[in-house]
């Protein structure tokens, strides 16, 4: 079974600063994962995902994420902070089988950035 | 804007009454997926549907049930209301089925049982 850990419930850094997200996953097939942001009061968007090929996957934002198969993480990275990062971020991986196909989600990290 | 459409963005109901949830997918897409968002369970998933067909489902409960429709909208009916279903409730929806396809979240709707 698939299953998401999402270390640390709460991850505050000043502005310009790095910002690291730590996500680990268990899962008994090569893994899709993404990671998903949700800013206050509103859904869930995409921030970037892997599927196969190159594990340095980079999306909006800025932000970008590293699959490691050894160490079974795929911790999401921006360079620098910005106050509009605050936000909530999901880890999750895909899981599929019978015709379906679904998330299952970390708890989440919720970001604050300080000025 | 995701381009998945749910309504009502927030309802008020008191314990055993019934509502229903209606989401509108991504022009194309075919799957329609349900989660719940609570603050004890984390975003659960709780029913697939593919082409107006049930794929699978997750936590969902027995007072709860989901359709989609010959137009590929969806409606999630929840009934004889706890306070405990008080949780914000996701439409997604994704082009197919399969692991890599993107799912693509609607801003949910807030349901509150007083």
């Known amino acids: 079974a698939q299953s998401v850990t999402q270390l640390g419930s709460h991850v505050s850094v000043s502005e310009g600063a790095l910002v690291l997200l730590r996500c680990n996953y268990s899962?008994?097939?090569?893994?899709?994962l993404f990671w998903y942001v949700q800013y206050p009061n509103q859904g869930l968007q995409l921030l970037l995902k892997?599927?196969?090929?190159?594990?340095l996957v980079k999306g909006i934002n800025g932000f970008e994420a590293e699959f490691k198969k050894s160490e079974t993480s795929f911790h999401l990275t921006k360079p620098s902070a910005h106050m509009s990062d605050a936000a909530e971020y999901f880890c999750?991986?895909?899981?599929?089988?019978?015709?379906?196909?679904?998330?299952?989600f970390g708890k989440g990290t919720k970001l604050s950035v300080i000025p | 804007d995701s381009g998945v459409t749910q309504t009502p963005k927030h309802l008020i109901t008191a314990t055993g009454q019934r509502v229903t949830l209606r989401c509108s997918p991504r022009s194309g897409d075919l799957s329609v997926y349900w989660y719940q968002q609570s603050l004890d369970q984390g975003l659960q998933f709780l029913i697939h549907y593919y082409n107006g067909e049930e794929r699978a489902k997750g936590n969902i409960l027995e007072r709860f049930s989901a359709q989609q429709f010959p137009d590929l909208h969806s409606e999630l009916n929840l009934s004889s209301l706890e306070l405990g279903d008080s949780a914000l409730y996701f439409c997604?929806?994704?082009?197919?089925?399969?692991?890599?396809?993107?799912?693509?979240f609607g801003e949910g709707s807030w349901l509150t049982v007083v």
């Open positions: 892997y599927t196969t090929g190159a594990t």
């Open positions: 899962s008994s097939v090569p893994p899709y």
């Open positions: 997604a929806s994704s082009v197919g089925s399969y692991s890599g396809n993107t799912i693509y």
């Open positions: 999750a991986v895909a899981f599929s089988g019978a015709g379906s196909y679904q998330l299952t």
